[in-house]
């Protein structure tokens, strides 16, 4: 998989939806999101540099200022419409995981580059197909948005948020049974 962008939910009214892809398939992963996780999340896919950190960059300086790297994000459980995730950390002498909104979770993870795994299970139950058309996405349902390039938005824009951002951050499948759910 692969973080494919951003868009404006279609279900939940004022949410977002990070689109997650199969690399070599038609199967995506939707994950509706909040407004600022969304604004999160699109900065970073974007690079640009807030003028002052916001909270996901202040987690990742605060963690890098204690040597505390984040090695993976896991989407490990879907369940009645919400992905749970969990995050491993590594201090150099041990390892520890803590449980974080997969929104939250996937806006560290590209912040620092770590790698990001679903569990084929979820993309099973909860992907959907798009078919391709001469190289070109077709949607089966309404018509998306036109893309706007945050890099020339004012903030006053970014509180409005563009609606579909492409990014080229992998992720990966974890095979069943090889993730325990409990840590």
Do not use: W
Not at 66 to 80: A, D, T
Request: negative net charge; glycine residues 8%; aromatic residues 8%.
């Amino acid at each position: 998989l692969k973080v494919l962008g951003l868009t404006y939910s279609q279900v939940q009214k004022g949410a977002y939806a990070l689109v997650l892809a199969e690399e070599n398939g038609p199967r995506r992963i939707p994950v509706v999101i909040g407004v600022s996780e969304a604004q999160s999340i699109a900065i970073s896919l974007e690079g640009i540099v807030p003028p002052r950190p916001i909270t996901h960059d202040l987690f990742v300086s605060f963690s890098h200022g204690f040597g505390i790297r984040l090695k993976e994000v896991c989407i490990y459980k879907f369940e009645n419409g919400v992905f749970s995730s969990e995050m491993l950390f590594d201090d150099g002498t041990r390892e520890i995981r803590i449980d974080a909104r997969t929104s939250d979770a996937i806006a560290i993870a590209l912040r620092t580059r770590s790698d990001i795994y679903v569990m084929q299970n979820i993309i099973d139950e909860a992907g959907f197909v798009y078919e391709e058309n001469e190289g070109k996405e077709v949607v089966e349902t309404e018509e998306l948005p036109e893309e706007k390039s945050l890099s020339n938005c004012s903030r006053k824009e970014l509180k409005d948020f563009p609606p579909r951002k492409k990014c080229g951050k992998r992720a990966y499948f974890r095979p069943e049974g090889e993730y325990n759910e409990s840590g």
